[in-house]
């Protein structure tokens, strides 16, 4: 009788597997401290509690890279994409004073392509190297006749460590506190389905803004904001923080308000970086499109009584950052005046 159909006849390369993951292998374990437990290439590997903790609390989020993907495949810049997804879930940790102290990643791909699968892969571990997480897993799954041959998801998911007692969940927020905006140059990784309806049909290669080429400005990876939102939690100046995503000011500063609260958000405290500006024009869209959707410049908000400091503080440690509002009395919801 003859053999029926391979593995390999159904698509999935298990030889070029093992080769992705011994070319991975220096990437990810560079990201390790003698904290790790276990070893690379195992079933499940762990991380020690810091010391000093008395009643630690493990938080965890979860998220992906989102469309912006595709303009990676169709530009070939998949240098960045690591630090988009990074950003996504430690920034998200930070928000409620959580270091992050682990990271796991999920590649998905129509089939396995080295060089640009090593190339996501480093960039997961140089973020999460800047982050302070150690990478300690993941997966890279090939997935022929479900995936285009050069489809690529990515999504991971971050566990960190807080002092129970310490978290910040917004409840100290109050009427008269300051918001800082933590600038964002670029889109982070947010909006990207209507980012790709405005830009159909350019050519993101030879099509500039300010002199750079649309791909380059567009595939520009997140700023990682946790480093310095822990900064502000450990200082004790942060009532309340933010990670802004998709939904904008808006959207995310209402969801450390306590009830009774008013944000108040002064439009004119920043201007857009010129993406945005781009993006209004080319998409003839309005204010309120673009403020419900996009950062628009602004990546991060810190709620304080003490604005100053917060300024100083990130101005120190190289991030740009002003006052865009305050807290007052009211319904809670964020108001953009």
Known sequence: MADGPTYADAGVDLE???????????LVTATWGPNVVGGFGGFAAGVELPEGYRRPILMMSTDGVGTKLELARATGRWEGVGYDLVAMCVD?????????????????????????????????ARACADAG???????????????????????????????????????????????????????????????RRVFAGADLESDTLDGVPLAEVLTEPSVLYSPLAL???????????????????????????????TASVRRRAWTWPPIFEELARRGGLS??????TFNLGVG?????????????????????????????????RVVMR
């Open 16 to 26: 070029g597997a093992e080769r992705h993951v011994a070319s991975i292998a220096p």
């Open 92 to 124: 998200d940790l930070a928000v409620v004073g959580a270091r992050p102290i682990s990271f796991v990643d999920y590649l998905a791909v129509g089939k396995l392509h080295p060089e640009r699968d090593a190339t996501i892969v480093g960039s997961i």
């Open 133 to 195: 997480a150690a990478l300690v897993g993941g997966e890279t799954a090939e997935h022929p006749g479900v995936m285009d041959v050069d489809a690529v998801d990515l999504a991971g998911a971050a566990v960190g460590v807080c002092e129970r007692g310490t978290e910040i969940t917004g409840d100290h927020i109050e009427a008269g506190h300051s918001i800082v905006g933590i600038a964002s140059p670029n889109l982070r990784s947010n909006g990207f389905s209507l980012v």
């Open 231 to 261: 900064a502000i939690a450990e200082a004790g100046l942060a009532s309340g923080m933010a990670h802004i995503t998709g939904g904008g000011i808006p959207g995310n500063l209402v969801r450390p308000l306590p009830i009774g609260c």
């Open 287 to 292: 204010r309120e499109a673009m403020e419900e």
């Open 300 to 332: 991060f908000c810190v709620v304080t009584p003490a604005p100053t400091d917060v300024v100083g503080t990130a101005e120190t440690m190289g991030y740009q950052a002003f006052e865009i509002g305050e807290i007052e009395e009211g319904e809670r």
